[in-house]
């Protein structure tokens, strides 16, 4: 029982120092920003207030928030997939792209039932980013180039690869560079039309959330629970031990990046899907990115990715709501958020937490993975 | 069998004084982000942070222009800001022990957002900013070499920048292996431990290494913003500083080695543009290019070092 109590205690303290460091990196980056908006000559106090009310307010700020955040749950948690196999997977933005556009294709030339078209094309962004993961995954496990300049890469590539397929083989009208509309055997509801207008007026949160929610359990009990799941934090943590241990290196970890590629990809069709419904060449960049940003945020792991996306979407709603009503650029947002990650990232700098008696024990205000070999 | 054609094709897309000039301006900065790469793999970190320090350059090159009616103020107003997200990055991931690749990447996003939302406060334009009063670096015309017919065309007449980039070679390589400095650095990236009990303060080697390389970078960026046409775009850097790590990759890490990889690049890129002009595709695929180029040259190239690799152990192997 006292034994019981004192690993309990012990957890609450780790927790409770990692929280530490983690507010006060949200501290320093608030205060950061607001010096930013002093300079711009706004009121740091009354923009942030704003920025709250615009996510958390009301009803339509709520959903707002969940539509924003949606997407970039799916690309937090594949972000997050891969660092924990230790890949930086920084293409995440290009198989977003590339999984909205195989969505978006199968979606309006394939004419099915609903219960056969629906799955089919979320199988079709899961594969399509799937796919864009793969040539990086290859020649980073077969020939040890690394994947950051390679991803980097294959993002620009799919950008470019989708203009032209948005300007000349899947051109709907002349006028505009976008795909004909999906069918609508193949939309995820929105909640304003499953409830005839009633719920969620003037927001396009749609049901898309629950499958992201879906994919943060599956990937939760899949690290938990499952051997392929210890196996992909094992090859993270360190090639020469798993391979000892006895891991199939090759299938785990090609297995682990693809499956992140996949997931980004089904993000992309998912906000197609449940968004946009037609591709507009170039929609929306920076999904990805974020959804980079958001894992970094949540400490690499499933919860704590999940957790950061809601945040990020949360502060998008209510920056975009400032963008209106203050004229404040909604990229203040994003440098925020880039700031939150320096100050979290600086494990050095937060050393005095760690000398404070009662937090001594838990090391790492941040998890990084130090040992990777790039 | 007539192979006139290949000449013909070579001469119209390649050896031409236009083409030639071109891959030297499009190479310049390719070149500078190369050795932003260099100097800091030299010291044995990753700096993937190059992407972000060109956006920082390209912006704060066209702010000091604008602002003081001067590109040489362009030109310092960049590399100041260099200097600073060098040092920060430096401070960051070498002091405060953040992780050198999530800093990496976190920079590089911060750079991108901070520069989109500068541009909107600054100048209350979104996407692009240009305006007259934004001075551009003059061509500078050298005596004497520019009245030789072909040499003169070939080697006269770029922007300052150009110039600098060549020269910065020229003195990465002194640098490197004719100074004591140097030999520290090389010493440093190449065993830490051991240069530390040499009594080299590998820190300062290092904090050194990623200012420089921060200034390298801004370089680049004010030749994108200043070089040619006097504006700001979002993303201006367009992979550039990857596309450098990708260069000194090839290179082998030696200052020549990049520059050479870099007019590889200043060619595909002139090639594009010519391609371009012809309609011959869309120019979507043009665009691709570079970053095609990038992914098929780093394949072959760790392909060859991997044959090469095994071919030594076989040797090794048979000796044996």
Known sequence: MREKLRTITQLLRNAFGRSIGILLSILAAVMVGSIIMLIEGQNPLEIYWLLIKGALGSQRGLLISLQRATPLIFTAIASTLAFRTGVFNVGVEGQFFIGAICGAFVGYAVKLPMLIHLPLTLAAGFFGGALWAFFPTIMRQKLGVSEIITTIMTNYIATFLISYLTNYPLRHTPTTPETPPVQPTAQLAQFVELSEGTFGKGTQAHVGIFIALLVVIVMYIIFKRTRIGYEWRMVGLSFPFSEFGGINLDRTFIGGMLVSGGIAGLGGAVEILGVWREYKDLFAAGFGFRGNLAALLGGQNVIGSTIAALFYGGMEAGALGLEWSAGVPRQLIDIVVGLIIFFMAAEGMWAFVRRIKWVRGSRAVHRTTEDLEV | ?320
Request: charged fraction near 10%; proline fraction near 4%; include cysteine.
């Open chain 2, 1 to 320: 069998m007539d192979f006139s054609w290949i000449l013909d094709i070579l001469q119209r897309y390649v050896f031409n004084i236009a083409n030639l000039q071109g891959m030297l301006r499009l190479a310049t900065p390719v070149v500078l982000a190369g050795l932003c790469a260099l100097i800091t793999s030299r010291a044995g970190i990753l700096n993937i942070a190059g992407e972000g320090m060109i956006l920082f350059g390209a912006w704060f090159g066209v702010a000091g222009s604008y602002f003081f009616r001067s590109a040489w103020m362009g030109l310092l107003a960049a590399m100041l800001s260099g200097l600073v997200v060098g040092g920060l990055f430096a401070l960051f991931s070498l002091k405060f022990r953040a992780h050198i690749i999530i800093m990496g990447i976190a920079i590089n996003i911060f750079a991108n957002s901070a520069t989109i939302f500068l541009t909107r406060e600054v100048f209350g334009v979104a996407g692009a900013f240009s305006d007259p009063n934004i001075a551009g670096l003059p061509p500078i015309e050298i005596p004497i070499l520019k009245d030789i017919p072909v040499l003169g065309p070939l080697l006269s007449g770029y922007t300052f920048i150009v110039y600098l980039a060549w020269i910065l070679v020229a003195l990465t390589y002194v640098f490197l292996y004719r100074t004591p400095w140097g030999l520290h650095l090389r010493a440093v990236g190449e065993n830490p431990q051991a240069a530390e009990t040499l009594g080299i303060n590998v820190q300062r080697v290092r904090f050194g290494a990623v200012m420089a390389s921060g200034v390298f970078a801004s370089l680049a960026g004010v030749y994108l913003s200043l070089g040619h046409l006097q504006m700001f775009t979002e993303q201006m850097a367009a992979g550039r500083g990857f596309i450098g790590m990708a260069v000194n990759t090839f290179g082998g890490g030696e200052p020549v080695g990049v520059f050479l990889s870099s007019l590889l690049f200043g060619i595909v890129e002139t090639i594009g543009w010519r391609l371009q002009g012809e309609r011959i595709m869309p120019v979507y695929f043009i665009s691709m290019l570079p970053y095609l180029a990038t992914l098929a040259a780093l394949t072959i190239f760790t392909l060859r070092k991997q044959q090469a690799k095994k071919a030594a152990l076989e040797r090794a192997a048979r000796e044996a």
